[in-house]
């Protein structure tokens, strides 16, 4: 019989392999919701995919909470709040909990609570469906300056290049793959890095041409992208220059808002 869960955590990692030693892959946020694939051997590892993005990891066992099906197609019918602070207090069932920007709060009564249960959210969030222009999602990103770079992670305590930008998009209304080789095929390809608008994704590669960094770009010649952490550089023909060098060799850019 298939499994359903969804994160009643502030962060849940998602590892590649069913261990604690295993690299951390992504990271499932609070309210976030997922199928159950597999079970590992001794019963102590989930393998689930994440139902926003479809991205596959293993997780504890432990740090999982059962939906019934109809529950989680609930959620998927339902325009819930994400959150917009770098970090906010919910009370659940009488426990604090500190959320993540980013985390989706479902705002009805549903199996994630008890029967005598709440969610008591304190802080600001806004529609997961309603769409932001690019001086709000400028807004947004701005938040996660100086935030730790962390491979794997989605949030402000350490987030990776490609979930910065995944998040940042989703706070503003928009749905992107997990990974910067997967958001590649986002939107439409600009021909030129002059082209360039404020709110495009600039992807750049390693020597051998493989994609392996991404970031937004704000106009004027900058852009703000994950690397040690979220920060602001410079943005060049040729790639990014943080004062000093170039760091990142440009590849291509594409367009994403309309």
């Not at 529609?127 to 996660?144: I, N, P, R």
């Not at 986002?186 to 960094?213: E, M, N, P, T, W």
Request: hydrophobic fraction near 40%.
């Amino acid at each position: 019989m298939e499994q359903f869960g969804i994160c009643r955590l502030a962060l849940t990692p998602l590892r590649d392999q069913p261990s604690d030693r295993s690299e951390m892959i992504s990271q499932l946020l609070f309210g976030e919701h997922y199928r159950v694939m597999a079970t590992s051997d001794n019963g102590t590892w989930l393998q689930v995919v994440s139902n926003f993005d479809q991205y596959q990891g293993w997780i504890d066992h432990k740090q999982h909470h059962s939906i019934s099906e109809a529950y989680f197609q609930e959620i998927n019918r339902s325009n819930y709040q994400i959150t917009t602070d770098v970090s906010a207090e919910a009370t659940m069932n009488g426990e604090q909990l500190h959320l993540a920007m980013g985390s989706v709060l479902p705002m009805v009564a549903g199996e994630l609570f008890s029967s005598t249960g709440l969610l008591k959210f304190h802080g600001n969030s806004k529609s997961l469906s309603k769409k932001l222009d690019f001086a709000e999602m400028h807004v947004m990103a701005l938040k996660y300056l100086n935030a730790p770079y962390l491979w794997g992670g989605r949030s402000p305590w350490g987030i990776d290049c490609s979930g910065f930008v995944q998040q940042v998009f989703r706070i503003a209304g928009y749905a992107l793959p997990r990974d910067s080789v997967q958001q590649v095929h986002c939107g439409s390809l600009v021909d030129r890095v002059k082209q360039a608008q404020a709110g495009d994704l600039a992807f750049f590669a390693s020597a051998s041409g493989k994609i392996d960094h991404v970031g937004i770009i704000l106009g004027d010649n900058r852009i703000i992208h994950a690397s040690g952490k979220v920060r602001i550089d410079e943005l060049r023909e040729e790639g990014i220059w943080d004062g000093q060098q170039i760091t990142h060799h440009m590849k291509f850019v594409r367009r994403v808002l309309k």
